[in-house]
């Protein structure tokens, strides 16, 4: 879909992309100085320079070149040609505030491996893993998981940022994760009732206790996240194109693999039935 965008020129809007699409300009190399729908000269050279562009950082795999350019709500538009180099992210932490919480874990999916950090034994590794990719996946991840990873890492994530929240909500799905899940038909199973604030009682109960089996359930829905975001995200890339001339283009559901961590309900119904929990809900 990226080669037949053309909002990510300065001036070039949704009418006037349709306008190309309708005379013919299906993808960028279809737009000549000879261009049939009426531009000024200074459009059109503006064109040809932005296009010029955008083929070389296409040919280099620079997608912040196309992040940059695009409204939140339009990444889709890129997700299919710099798919091999993405990855989708979720980190869970000790409190739903950046100030004075730490990171439990992060969980990372590039559709062929799921990779897994946790505070106290591996989660150093991440600053250099994350490095590996150039496009990261997430849900609200703008508001919280980016600028929560850069403050406790002391380091700067320039990662092209899909945010599913801002493209899923203009298709209408809003709401949380969850909530977005539940509205496209998606069930969790035994993961239906554990939440953002039921991964922190999960990762207390770890800590307070040393039950493995409350790791192991944190572990299975922060890895949850993160399969459901490819997942999403497909979804969504496929209902975005499917209103374009290019809707043949639509992406097949990926293939998600087994968690490898089960989740413990006699663990999570301890939790449930605790005073914290009450507290809290």
């Given at each position: 879909m990226l080669k037949?965008?053309?909002?990510?020129?300065?001036?070039?809007?949704?009418?006037?992309?349709?306008?190309?699409?309708?005379?013919?300009?299906?993808?960028?190399?279809?737009?000549?100085?000879?261009?049939?729908?009426?531009?000024?000269?200074?459009?059109?050279?503006?064109?040809?320079?932005?296009?010029?562009?955008?083929?070389?950082?296409?040919?280099?795999?620079?997608?912040n070149y196309f992040s940059d350019l695009l409204p939140s709500s339009q990444h889709w538009r890129f997700f299919s040609e710099f798919r091999n180099s993405t990855v989708y992210l979720d980190i869970e932490t000790t409190g739903l505030e950046s100030w004075g919480n730490e990171i439990t874990t992060i969980a990372l999916y590039d559709s062929d491996f799921i990779t897994y950090y946790i505070n106290g034994q591996n989660l150093n590794e991440f600053p250099d893993d994350i490095r590996k990719y150039k496009v990261i996946v997430t849900y609200n991840g703008k508001t919280f998981d980016i600028p929560f990873i850069e403050k406790y890492f002391n380091i700067r994530l320039d990662h092209s940022h899909i945010d599913l929240r801002y493209i899923l909500g203009s298709l209408g799905y809003r709401g949380g994760l969850k909530s977005c899940e539940t509205q496209l038909g998606i069930d969790?199973?035994?993961?239906?009732?554990?939440?953002?604030?039921?991964?922190?009682?999960?990762?207390?109960?770890?800590?307070?206790?040393?039950?493995?089996?409350?790791?192991?359930?944190?572990?299975?829905?922060?890895?949850?996240?993160?399969l459901t975001l490819e997942n999403l995200m497909v979804i969504a890339y496929n209902m975005k194109i499917k209103d374009t001339p290019f809707y043949e283009k639509q992406l097949p559901a990926p293939v998600l693999p087994d968690i490898p961590f089960e989740v413990d309900m006699k663990t999570v119904d301890r939790i449930r039935s605790g005073v914290e929990f009450q507290y809290y809900y």
């Amino acid at each position: 879909m990226l080669k037949n965008t053309f909002i990510h020129i300065p001036g070039i809007g949704p009418k006037t992309e349709q306008r190309f699409w309708d005379s013919g300009i299906h993808n960028w190399d279809d737009f000549t100085q000879y261009c049939p729908i009426r531009l000024s000269q200074s459009k059109i050279d503006t064109m040809a320079s932005y296009l010029e562009e955008s083929k070389q950082n296409l040919k280099f795999s620079n997608p912040n070149y196309f992040s940059d350019l695009l409204p939140s709500s339009q990444h889709w538009r890129f997700f299919s040609e710099f798919r091999n180099s993405t990855v989708y992210l979720d980190i869970e932490t000790t409190g739903l505030e950046s100030w004075g919480n730490e990171i439990t874990t992060i969980a990372l999916y590039d559709s062929d491996f799921i990779t897994y950090y946790i505070n106290g034994q591996n989660l150093n590794e991440f600053p250099d893993d994350i490095r590996k990719y150039k496009v990261i996946v997430t849900y609200n991840g703008k508001t919280f998981d980016i600028p929560f990873i850069e403050k406790y890492f002391n380091i700067r994530l320039d990662h092209s940022h899909i945010d599913l929240r801002y493209i899923l909500g203009s298709l209408g799905y809003r709401g949380g994760l969850k909530s977005c899940e539940t509205q496209l038909g998606i069930d969790r199973g035994d993961l239906a009732g554990v939440d953002g604030f039921f991964a922190v009682l999960l990762w207390h109960d770890y800590k307070r206790t040393g039950n493995q089996k409350a790791l192991e359930t944190l572990l299975a829905y922060n890895i949850q996240d993160v399969l459901t975001l490819e997942n999403l995200m497909v979804i969504a890339y496929n209902m975005k194109i499917k209103d374009t001339p290019f809707y043949e283009k639509q992406l097949p559901a990926p293939v998600l693999p087994d968690i490898p961590f089960e989740v413990d309900m006699k663990t999570v119904d301890r939790i449930r039935s605790g005073v914290e929990f009450q507290y809290y809900y």
